[in-house]
């Protein structure tokens, strides 16, 4: 049955549903979580409740997943890489942060990418895009690190992520 998800109509909206990420959005703790029960391949945006009462007011949030690592031996010196592979892309935007969702400026942004509207045509791919983020060694901290990948673009329903899939990659030896 999960190997059939990505072909459900309605993924858009089923990411806020009680079933998923009703409240908050996903954090993936490296080491606890199972990916195949706790990972959702597709970055969309949340619709929010404005109070309207009769509720015709679609009003979407981009939303912010959180991966936790723990490491105890951090090469402050050294030079980090993300890999982040994307499967389709829909009028949408990658931000990186690490260790600080609040940051200003992210670390990595990439500009506003795709659109082949592969969520909303409830496909398994559109055009494939590879973006390899470097991280300073003095932006980790021994222990519990958090890296933040936002979509803040929230126009509509649509505006959308499906990843293929994330590495992370320590300094050369």
């Given at each position: 049955?999960?190997?059939?998800?990505?072909?459900?109509?309605?993924?858009?909206?089923?990411?806020?549903?009680a079933d998923l990420y009703p409240s908050e959005d996903l954090v993936y703790t490296v080491g606890v979580?199972?990916?195949?029960?706790?990972?959702?391949?597709?970055?969309?945006?949340?619709?929010?409740?404005?109070?309207?009462?009769?509720?015709?007011?679609?009003?979407?949030?981009?939303?912010?997943?959180?991966?936790?690592?723990?490491?105890?031996?951090?090469?402050?010196?050294?030079?980090?890489?993300?890999?982040?592979?994307?499967?389709?892309?829909?009028?949408?935007?990658?931000?990186?942060?690490?260790?600080?969702?609040?940051?200003?400026?992210?670390?990595?942004?990439?500009?506003?990418?795709?659109?082949?509207?592969?969520?909303?045509?409830?496909?398994?791919?559109?055009?494939?895009?590879?973006?390899?983020?470097?991280?300073?060694?003095?932006?980790?901290?021994?222990?519990?690190?958090?890296?933040?990948?936002?979509?803040?673009?929230?126009?509509?329903?649509?505006?959308?992520?499906?990843?293929?899939?994330?590495?992370?990659?320590?300094?050369?030896?």
């Amino acid at each position: 049955m999960a190997s059939k998800l990505f072909r459900q109509y309605g993924l858009w909206s089923r990411y806020a549903d009680a079933d998923l990420y009703p409240s908050e959005d996903l954090v993936y703790t490296v080491g606890v979580c199972d990916y195949t029960t706790d990972w959702f391949f597709a970055q969309v945006t949340r619709k929010i409740d404005v109070g309207n009462e009769d509720n015709d007011d679609d009003t979407y949030v981009g939303t912010t997943w959180q991966i936790r690592f723990e490491d105890q031996n951090i090469d402050v010196s050294g030079t980090y890489t993300l890999r982040v592979a994307i499967a389709s892309a829909t009028l949408a935007e990658l931000q990186v942060r690490v260790n600080d969702p609040d940051a200003t400026v992210p670390l990595y942004s990439s500009g506003l990418i795709g659109r082949d509207n592969a969520v909303a045509r409830h496909g398994i791919r559109g055009l494939h895009s590879l973006h390899s983020i470097s991280i300073d060694g003095s932006l980790l901290i021994e222990g519990v690190n958090t890296i933040f990948l936002t979509q803040p673009r929230n126009d509509d329903e649509f505006r959308s992520f499906m990843y293929d899939y994330l590495r992370f990659e320590g300094p050369p030896n």
